[in-house]
């Protein structure tokens, strides 16, 4: 029996290395970082005065995961520009999308505040302010009017009054003139009557 675990002993003693090798292989294709793979890498080489002796396939491995990691990085470099030339574009279509909408609202904006008056273009401020000009000029003018025509209209109610009493005096100073004449007719005829009788 104590044979069989010596035997057990030294198989386990020299097997050790051939799954140290297959632990090499195991740990240099995990998904690790490479500088963990070159980390572990020099822990499980051996030592040599100087040097690092490593084995030939752990080292064609490593290579082989640096070249896989390095492929990885320049697919997403690659992919990475592509998208930001993408942005790139569409950012440059933005701008120029930006552009023109700001062109439109300048253009919109101009034709909102001018259109043509009596073939002139005029913005709506000034036209504004001419018609509100036109207003008080009407206005000034209608008052104006209306007051010449007030005074006129006093003018012309006094010269009727006027009128008025000079028809009415002369109708009395007629009526007068009549009355004398009939009285100055009435000595006559009856100064005539008295000499003859």
Request: positive net charge; charged residues 25%.
């Amino acid at each position: 029996m104590r044979q069989n675990l010596t035997y057990l002993a030294l198989f386990i003693f020299l097997s050790t290395p051939l799954f140290a090798q297959q632990t090499d292989s195991v740990s240099l294709s995990n998904n690790g970082s490479i500088s963990s793979q070159f980390d572990f890498l020099m822990k499980s080489s051996n030592n040599y005065q100087d040097y690092k002796v490593i084995k030939k396939t752990s080292i064609e491995k490593f290579k082989s995961n640096v070249i896989d990691s390095l492929n990885v990085f320049k697919n997403q470099l690659v992919t990475v520009n592509q998208n930001l030339a993408d942005q790139q574009a569409k950012i440059s279509g933005l701008e120029k999308e930006i552009t023109d909408t700001k062109e439109l609202l300048t253009t919109a904006e101009v034709a909102r505040d001018n259109f043509e008056f009596f073939g002139m273009p005029i913005s709506k401020s000034a036209y504004n302010n001419l018609m509100w000009t036109i207003v008080a000029v009407l206005t000034a003018a209608f008052l104006f009017f209306l007051f010449k025509y007030s005074q006129s209209h006093k003018l012309i109610s006094k010269a009727q009054k006027d009128l008025a009493d000079t028809l009415e005096e002369f109708d009395q100073h007629r009526k007068n003139t009549l009355e004398r004449e009939r009285k100055l007719k009435r000595e006559l005829v009856d100064a005539m009557n008295g000499k003859i009788n």
